[in-house]
């Protein structure tokens, strides 16, 4: 089993910044990444990381806005989100152990608790 546990969210105004974290209790192969729910709206992936090597991928709507990195211990993934828009409003959530091939829906992986972004305009 793997434990994540996300940090970071908060409530900032259109325009602004925030950083995500995600520290895994353990190392895992594949990929990590951030999904986000809104009420009523189905999870969708936002951003991922290979852990194996460096490789990024990136939801359309938040590219060129939102940052996806990971520490040397390949452990802790962080999100860094600029540019924030009222309609990135959600619960984010960190995965691990996720296929990178199928990243935006993950068949399996291990699953934080979320960490709420609040956007207001």
């Known amino acids: 089993q793997v434990q994540l546990v996300e940090s970071g969210g908060g409530s900032v105004q259109a325009g602004g910044s925030l950083t995500l974290s995600c520290v895994a209790s353990?190392?895992?192969?594949?990929?990590m990444g951030w999904f986000r729910q809104a009420p009523g709206k189905e999870r969708e992936g936002v951003a991922a990381?290979?852990?194996?090597?460096?490789?990024?991928y990136y939801a359309d709507a938040v590219k060129g806005r939102f940052t996806i990195s990971q520490d040397n211990a390949k452990t802790t993934v962080y999100l860094q989100m600029n540019s924030l828009k009222p309609e990135d409003t959600a619960m984010y959530y960190c995965?691990?152990?996720?296929?990178?091939?199928?990243?935006?829906?993950?068949?399996?992986?291990?699953w934080g608790q979320g960490t709420q972004v609040t956007v207001s305009s």
């Open positions: 995965a691990a152990g996720i296929p990178c091939h199928t990243w935006r829906k993950p068949a399996f992986g291990y």
């Open positions: 990381i290979f852990t194996g090597g460096s490789d990024t």
């Open positions: 353990r190392y895992t192969y594949n990929c």
